[in-house]
């Protein structure tokens, strides 16, 4: 019987076209109803008093959005639990990440939602205003239920957490310490900051191919060819992270002469980020291709396409000058350093006696690896870089990092020194002592660009003194969301990791 329920988001309007022909009122609840609890049934009942007929629309497992692990049940699972409840006529599962659509297509004479929605300052995503012009447009009207309210996060977190008791101590912690509120409020108070983001553009291409095997003759794997994607990395996807939280982003970077490779590289800058990029003549733009087995994308090799030589000498002059120009009208200066020779000794010079918060990542990677570490500038505010990389940096294999990263701290004149560790989480180092965090991510599909995010997002914070754990915090929170994306495909969004905190932290 329940089944009868189910519809397709193409098949809803005939059927409630039906429904309307024969006089019958339409009620809407939109939702993702991972675990269905009393306050939801609550909610549909009043939902279907104001009406005849009762359409929930479910938000589909690929646009779920509220942090590691969700959702829980799977979008089969959640539609079937929704068409098993008397109160409602009809399941659809929802196309699209918003509500907006399904709201066309059903038409409702009236958009039902709880009680916690009926505040729209509370609404992180702002979707409300949207779905109720959506509502209006449609002839229908938005109303709020009164029943008592209930989280299904919160259910989740107490007996379906994805993390290990000792993760699950340190998120009631931060919670009690700081809560969810306090840190959203703290992240919106970054807004006015203007900052400077300098480094290399990197063009990232994925070209996906399926192994079918060994040659008879060669002893290497043979392809096939499948699909291609490019992204915007290196500085430029720091620039589009910190433009998340600041309304003011300037790049600072340098291309080649290929005129799609820049037209593809500034169509892939938020609307807020203004790029001021060098064109080097004797250089192409820095592209790294690498391919990938698409199935259980695992990497299989990788061609860089870089002159990795300091600029030229005129070139170094006009960088210099745009330095010099930009500097003084922001705030603070980040600097993802990939030692691909666009930063000259000179610059590094200019940038740490510059007076100016600076913020530092110089990465270690096979084109550079032990020649580009933090040692090569003189002073620095904050310094992020992972665990290698700190060793590289202070010769030192097997010391305790606290121990290491004090160290480099007291060289560069640190006021925060963080060392990402992967699957470890991370730490962060201040003269008060240090401070560790677990990791939160729960699922890795691919690592290419999380510390990138983790230092653009947290540069901004320890600028405005954040304490060590909360800096920590934010920081497993923005890469545990990027190592869930492909490359540098999507930036953080703002709202999503507002969500994924309160999700956490519920």
């Known amino acids: 019987m329940s089944e009868a329920k189910i519809k397709k988001l193409s098949e809803i309007r005939a059927a409630l076209d039906k429904e309307r022909a024969a006089g019958r009122k339409i009620a809407h609840c939109h939702g993702v109803f991972d675990l269905v609890h009393p306050g939801h049934i609550v909610h549909l009942k009043q939902a279907r008093k104001s009406a005849d007929i009762l359409v929930v629309t479910v ?190 982003v300037t790049l600072l970077s340098a291309t080649g002469e290929n005129d799609w490779e820049r037209r593809f590289l500034k169509s892939k800058l938020r609307s807020n980020v203004r790029m001021e990029a060098l064109i080097t003549t004797d250089r192409p733009t820095v592209r790294k291709r690498r391919f990938i087995e698409s199935t259980f994308m695992t990497k299989m090799f990788e061609i860089q396409y870089l002159v990795d030589t300091p600029i030229g000498e005129e070139e170094e002059r006009q960088f210099l000058a745009s330095l010099n120009r930009e500097i003084p009208l922001h705030d603070l200066i980040i600097v993802n350093d990939f030692g691909h020779g666009l ?28 020649y580009n570490t933090v040692t090569r500038y003189d002073r620095a505010d904050y310094v992020a870089i992972d665990e290698p990389e700190l060793r590289l940096a202070t010769r030192d294999k097997y010391g305790e990092i606290p121990t290491l990263a004090a160290a480099l701290q007291k060289k560069l004149g640190t006021r925060i020194f963080l060392v990402s560790r992967g699957g470890n989480g991370t730490i962060a180092h201040t003269d008060d002592g240090w401070v560790s965090a677990p990791a939160l991510a729960t699922k890795v599909v ?48 703002q709202v999503a990791l507002y969500k994924f905190i309160q999700t956490l932290l519920k």
Do not use: W
Request: aromatic content about 8%; hydrophobic content about 35%; overall charge negative.
């Open 59 to 248: 938000t589909p497992d690929r646009f779920v959005n509220k942090g590691p692990g969700r959702p829980v049940f799977h979008e089969g699972l959640r539609v079937e639990t929704l068409a098993a409840i008397e109160y409602v006529d009809y399941v659809v599962l929802n196309e699209s990440p918003t509500a907006t659509a399904a709201i066309r297509q059903v038409r409702p004479d009236f958009y039902i939602k709880g009680s916690d929605y009926a505040d729209p300052q509370r609404d992180l995503t702002g979707k409300i205003g949207e779905e109720e012009r959506a509502v209006k447009e449609c002839g229908g009207s938005l109303y709020f239920t009164d029943g008592f309210t209930s989280s299904s996060s919160e259910l989740i977190n107490r007996f379906f957490n994805a993390y290990p008791m000792e993760t699950q101590k340190y998120l009631k912690r931060i919670a009690a310490d700081h809560g969810s509120d306090k840190i959203i409020a703290s992240l919106d108070d970054l807004r006015s900051l203007k900052i400077l983001v300098v480094g290399e553009t990197i063009l990232d291409q994925y070209t996906y191919a399926n192994p079918v095997g060994k040659p008879t003759k060669s002893p290497i794997v043979s392809t096939v060819y499948e699909s291609q994607e490019h992204f915007g990395g290196g500085a430029l996807a720091t620039a589009n992270h910190a433009a998340a939280f600041c309304e003011t």
């Open 343 to 370: 930063i000259t000794p000179a610059a590094r010079k200019l940038l740490s006696g510059c007076g100016k918060f600076l913020a530092l990542n110089t990465q270690a990677n096979s084109a550079n690896l032990g």
């Open 446 to 493: 691919d690592r290419v660009g999380a510390g990138d995010t983790l230092f653009a997002a947290t540069s901004p914070c320890a600028y405005k003194r954040m304490p060590p754990d909360l800096l920590c915090f934010i920081g497993n929170c923005v890469g545990a969301m990027a190592v869930g994306v492909v490359g540098n495909r999507e930036s953080i969004e």
